[in-house]
């Protein structure tokens, strides 16, 4: 069965750093692309960063030159390195692996993201003061 489990979430003051890691089995972890997601209250399921599999990596305005993603293909481990962490950063954070515009999580697949937010499984970040 395919398992994607985020981990790594937890308390941050603003400013601050923290990593999260994203272990996964069951596919062959190389020949998928790799995101980081996130949902804040009230807010639409976003990317936030993507390594792909030619290693090339995708990052939207609102984390760029903050945030980095990395992983590594022998521990079939996708990780995503938060710097400089603001309120507006506070979110579930989820992971998910994808071919082809099929998106997967532990034991779901899905054609769009927004599904990724719903059913995957998720680390929780939260900054504050």
């Known amino acids: 069965e395919v398992q994607v489990v985020p981990s790594g979430g937890g308390s941050v003051q603003i400013g601050g750093s923290r990593n999260l890691s994203c272990t996964t089995s069951g596919f062959p972890f190389e020949d998928y692309n790799m995101g980081w997601y996130r949902q804040a209250s009230g807010v639409e399921c976003e990317l936030v960063a993507n390594y792909n599999t030619d290693d090339t990596t995708y990052y939207p305005d609102s984390v760029k030159g903050r945030f980095s993603i990395s992983r590594d293909n022998a521990k079939n481990t996708v990780y995503l390195h938060m710097n400089s962490l603001k309120p507006e950063d506070t979110a579930m954070y989820y992971c998910?692996?994808?071919?082809?515009?099929?998106?997967?999580?532990?034991?779901?697949?899905?054609?769009?993201?927004?599904?990724?937010?719903?059913w995957g499984q998720g680390t929780q970040v939260t900054v504050s003061s």
């Open positions: 998910a692996a994808e071919m082809g515009g099929i998106y997967r999580t532990t034991g779901r697949s899905y054609t769009g993201i927004r599904r990724i937010c719903e």
